[in-house]
T-cell receptor
Framework: GAGVSQSPSNKVTEKGKDVELRCDPI?????LYWYRQSLGQGLEFLIY????????KSGLPSDRFSAERTGGSVSTLTIQRTQQEDSAVYLC???????????????FGPGTRLTVL | GDSVTQMEGPVTLSEEAFLTINCTYT??????LFWYVQYPGEGLQLLLK?????DKGSNKGFEATYRKETTSFHLEKGSVQVSDSAVYFC???????????FGKGTMLLVSP
């Protein structure tokens, strides 16, 4: 596709349920990022994948959050035992490469709005 | 750790007014600086960037200059349009890292 796509666009779930959010990066992009956008917290980094390297999980808020990236392409963010404070917009981004030295532009998807009741 | 501070919004202006959105940062090393924009109902888009001190990023009539001495990257536009109404995010990427640290965003509302 032309850009980063995410699904679903909206997800409403009950507290305690598990959810999976999907991200399809731009074809050929080796780096993939997950961010969370919530009221009062702004945009926060969650996790980052670069090629076949071990992901940088330093932004994950708890062990209920995990992510995978299969075949260097599609990524799934899983939230187990969801809590109301997990309600937010989850954004995925991809870039051709990673690294600050060339400041590779990160292209963002439209996001998944998660509401935990 | 790294952080970005933006002026709180909303900023409300009339069309053709001058815009400034302040952004200051705290970071070790030599970060690259960015402004992203999120139009209503759309995803986040890169507006402009600067990778070293005194660089000026510009796009669509917007400008921002990387000021190392004041650790600032203020966004300016000489004459705003209604179509500029959006949320603007200042961000940094520190050297040696690949992830963005964002400010909390500033909503701009431009009326005709």
């Amino acid at each position: 596709g032309a850009g980063v796509s995410q699904s679903p666009s909206n997800k409403v779930t009950e507290k305690g349920k598990d959810v999976e959010l999907r991200c399809d990066p731009i074809s050929g992009h080796t780096a993939l990022y997950w961010y969370r956008q919530s009221l009062g917290q702004g945009l926060e980094f969650l996790i980052y994948f670069q090629g076949n390297s071990a992901p940088d999980k330093s932004g994950l808020p708890s062990d209920r959050f995990s992510a995978e990236r299969t075949g260097g392409s599609v990524s799934t963010l899983t939230i187990q035992r969801t809590q109301q404070e997990d309600s937010a917009v989850y954004l995925c981004a991809s870039s051709q490469e990673a690294g600050a030295f060339n400041s590779n532009e990160q292209f963002f998807g439209p996001g998944t709005r998660l509401t935990v009741l | 750790g790294d952080s970005v501070t933006q002026m709180e919004g909303p900023v409300t202006l009339s069309e053709e007014a001058f815009l400034t959105i302040n952004c200051t940062y705290t970071a070790t090393g030599y970060p690259s600086l960015f402004w992203y924009v999120q139009y209503p109902g759309e995803g986040l888009q890169l507006l402009l960037k600067a990778t070293k001190a005194d660089d000026k990023g510009s796009n669509k009539g917007f400008e921002a200059t990387y000021r190392k001495e004041t650790t600032s990257f203020h966004l300016e536009k000489g004459s705003v349009q209604v179509s500029d109404s959006a949320v603007y995010f200042c961000a940094l990427m520190n050297s040696g890292y690949s992830t963005l640290t964002f400010g909390k965003g500033t909503m701009l509302l431009v009326s005709p």
